[in-house]
């Protein structure tokens, strides 16, 4: 903002900030700042008030002009003035004592002062701006255990102003998901209340079930329109999947022929966990999946290996482990050795004495620690993964384009694919740099092999 008040035509702003320019197209996580930025209040500042201005543009009138020769121009494209063609070249520059003039970028008027549009421009491209936002609102939306979309959308509606509808009907299909979720799991948990309470008026003789009862609630996605979600081999607690069961079913009735794809390891449960029949207060522990599945198992037995939870849950024996130290945290399990073996086992009713408590509270701190990070770091959408699998994507048009052509250096590979991929599911948006990084992995892997002149070509085997 300081350099446009000091020279409104941006040349001395796209001198000084150029290595700026580059340091943050060398970072990984500047777009995800920069989508924090605008969407999160606490963190936006400048940016949050961006784009809340009113008389703010769509970047499309306002994106700047980097003389880019790869670029075919835009169908309105109009040639500068005599006064601008003056202006790119006014900035003297000096070079081993002499005085040259260095053309300059200039921004079109629109985008004056647009802080957003200058951003945007770092990269040359939205779309890796619009991608990142799917990834942080699926993760928004899938944490939104109310099911109130309000603030979602009415920031989706300020980005569809500056990026343009058409690029961000994926996430306005997301957010409707979420919507229709909300009113197709209060039906379908209508109708098993009501099947229930009629069943249980047939049969009066049979024991009265809790009050409380089980209430599955599920964010139902069309998988085509969300980014990649985890997925792990989790096997959860069979009354669990009683539940998941019946849920899946009704859904079947109501959307036939659809059917339901559960995702066992997002989401969380609410777990009441009643330790002796004295009549004490339950606890109540809100928890992942995979904590309601392990301790689920001890309903059915007292004591168990992490090697046998590790059988009945699909899960690795050192996530088990991990896991578990939540409940021995809450003192709802300990660890002991038992025939050689560290087993776990609910805490007595009469409880341990208070230096037992301590001491192994001590012991399992380190280890909780690691936990909370691991909870902390987890994120419910796969970056990775999506990442992984464009990559897939790709690595076979580049497989494609050297078995036809022979031999290619990145600049033409990395054009070629923004030609071919655009119109696919996982279009092309990748940097040079990026391409890069994926074409020495296919070195490493021996399937292609670069020259000393930096032409890429298959490896011959």
């Not at 008040?5 to 943050?24: K, Q």
């Not at 020769?69 to 005599?82: F, I, R, V």
């Not at 009945?312 to 038992?338: A, D, G, Q």
């Not at 031999?407 to 991929?421: A, G, S």
Request: charged content about 30%; overall charge negative; aromatic content about 6%.
């Amino acid at each position: 903002k300081v350099m446009r008040v000091l020279d409104p035509t941006d040349g001395l702003l796209n001198i000084v900030t150029d290595p700026v320019r580059s340091y943050l197209r060398s970072r990984d996580d500047t777009v995800r700042c920069i989508v924090t930025g605008l969407t999160d209040e606490r963190s936006g500042g400048d940016l949050y008030e961006e784009l809340r201005r009113q008389d703010a543009k769509p970047l499309e009138h306002a994106q700047y002009d980097f003389e880019d020769e790869d670029d075919s121009a835009a169908l309105d494209w109009q040639p500068l003035s005599t006064l601008q063609q003056q202006q790119q070249w006014q900035h003297p520059v000096k070079n081993d004592g002499k005085v040259e003039c260095k053309k300059s970028m200039t921004s079109s008027p629109d985008a004056t002062q647009d802080i957003l549009s200058m951003l945007v421009g770092i990269y040359g491209s939205q779309e890796l701006f619009v991608n990142e936002y799917r990834v942080m609102l699926a993760d928004r939306l899938l944490s939104n255990l109310d099911f109130n979309t309000d603030r979602e959308v009415h920031t989706l509606e300020l980005l569809k102003l500056r990026f343009g509808e058409s690029s961000m009907r994926q996430c306005e299909i997301m957010i409707k998901d979420l919507d229709d979720s909300k009113r197709i799991i209060s039906n379908i948990n209508s109708t098993i209340a009501n099947r229930d309470g009629a069943q249980q008026q047939n049969h009066t003789d049979q024991v009265k079930p809790d009050s409380s009862a089980t209430v599955v609630d599920a964010a139902i996605v069309s998988h085509i329109f969300w980014p990649a979600l985890l997925q792990d081999d989790l096997k959860v607690h069979p009354k669990m999947q009683e539940h998941l069961d019946q849920f899946s079913k009704e859904y079947s009735k109501l959307k036939k022929p659809r059917k339901l794809i559960w995702l066992n390891q997002l989401g969380t449960v609410e777990v009441e966990l009643e330790m002796d029949e004295s009549g004490a207060t339950p606890k109540t522990f809100t928890c992942s999946p995979i904590h309601a599945t392990l301790i689920s198992h001890f309903e059915d037995k007292s004591m168990w290996t992490a090697a046998d939870l590790s059988n009945e849950t699909n899960l690795p024996e050192k996530l088990v482990k991990k896991k578990l130290i939540y409940w021995v945290h809450n003192r709802i399990l300990r660890c002991s050795n038992f025939e050689n073996a560290v087993v776990y086992e609910l805490v007595p009713l009469k409880g341990s004495s208070e230096s037992e408590v301590r001491d192994e509270m001590e012991s399992t701190d380190h280890i909780m620690v690691d936990e909370e990070e691991s909870e902390d770091q987890q994120a419910k959408v796969a970056a990775s993964a999506q990442l992984a699998e464009e990559m897939k994507v790709y690595e076979s048009y580049v497989v494609g384009m050297l078995s036809n052509l022979g031999q290619l250096p990145l600049e033409r590979i990395h054009n070629m694919l923004k030609m071919f991929v655009s119109g696919s599911d996982h279009k092309y948006d990748k940097t040079p740099q990026q391409l890069s990084v994926l074409l020495q992995k296919l070195c490493k892997e021996d399937k292609l092999e670069v020259g000393p002149d930096g032409m890429f070509k298959l490896l011959k085997k």
